[in-house]
């Protein structure tokens, strides 16, 4: 099975900040999908952005970008100007384009935003 | 109108109790699921169902059933409560099996006492 790994399990960013979110991943398929979902406590998850492997160009969503680096099985999240309905745990997750519909989550970064 | 909904959003109930969770999804999509989300926020996928028929069961006890009347639903009911069960059960649903983007539900919180 693939494993997603978020190594940061805390983040904090001053409101206004820039933080990056790390995320790593292990698979020997060539074509897959990478998202980032956020839970806030409210515990709903909703997506935030997501990633075709297949596209070299990072993806972008307003405020949120990835740093998607394919080789290196590396895929970050960066939230600009960082506001306070920011915080909130954040999952990595991955999906075979090929072999199923299951998503392969990390263990999420929890993140605070510092007013 | 809420894209996915769970009943109920919180269930507390005594050890071998049996208990039901419910999933309705008014997206039009094809694939529904049920993931288990543990004290330590790990999220991890348990059923899948395509068309009302079963496409992934996970390494999940037989106490947990799943029932899919119709495409739009996706029911959890789960016999004789452990304490090990005490967790947030998700409900997703996507527009068919092979399509990337899951929405979920707002989440169950089960506590077995």
């Known amino acids: 099975a693939q494993t997603v790994t978020q190594s940061q399990p805390e983040m904090s960013v001053q409101e206004a900040e820039t933080v990056t979110l790390s995320c790593t991943y292990d698979?020997?398929?060539?074509?897959?999908?990478l998202f980032w979902y956020k839970q806030p406590p409210s515990r709903q998850m909703i997506l935030v952005i997501r990633?075709?492997?297949?596209?070299?160009q990072n993806a972008t969503e307003n405020r949120f970008s990835v740093n998607f680096q394919k080789a290196a099985k590396s895929f970050s999240l960066k939230i600009s100007d960082s506001q306070l309905g920011d915080a909130a745990m954040y999952f990595c997750?991955?999906?075979?384009?090929?072999?199923?519909?299951?998503?392969?989550f990390g263990t999420g970064t929890s993140l605070t935003v510092i007013p | 109108d809420t894209a996915v909904s769970q009943t109920p959003k919180y269930l507390v109930t005594q050890m071998g109790n049996d208990k039901s969770i419910k999933c309705e999804q008014n997206?039009?999509?094809?694939?529904m699921y049920w993931y288990k989300q543990d004290s330590k926020k790990f999220l991890k996928i348990m059923f899948s169902?395509?068309?009302?028929?079963?496409?992934i069961n996970e390494t999940v006890p037989n106490r947990f059933s799943p029932k899919s009347p119709d495409k739009a639903h996706l029911n959890l009911h789960i016999n004789s409560l452990e304490l090990g069960d005490s967790a947030v059960y998700f409900c997703?649903?996507?527009?068919?099996?092979?399509?990337?983007?899951?929405?979920f539900g707002p989440g169950t919180r089960l506590t077995v006492l």
């Open positions: 997703a649903s996507s527009q068919g099996w092979n399509t990337d983007t899951q929405y």
């Open positions: 698979t020997s398929e060539s074509d897959y999908y």
């Open positions: 990633q075709e492997a297949y596209k070299q």
């Open positions: 997750a991955y999906r075979s384009a090929n072999t199923g519909n299951q998503f392969y």
């Open positions: 997206l039009g999509h094809d694939t």
């Open positions: 169902y395509n068309n009302k028929e079963l496409i």
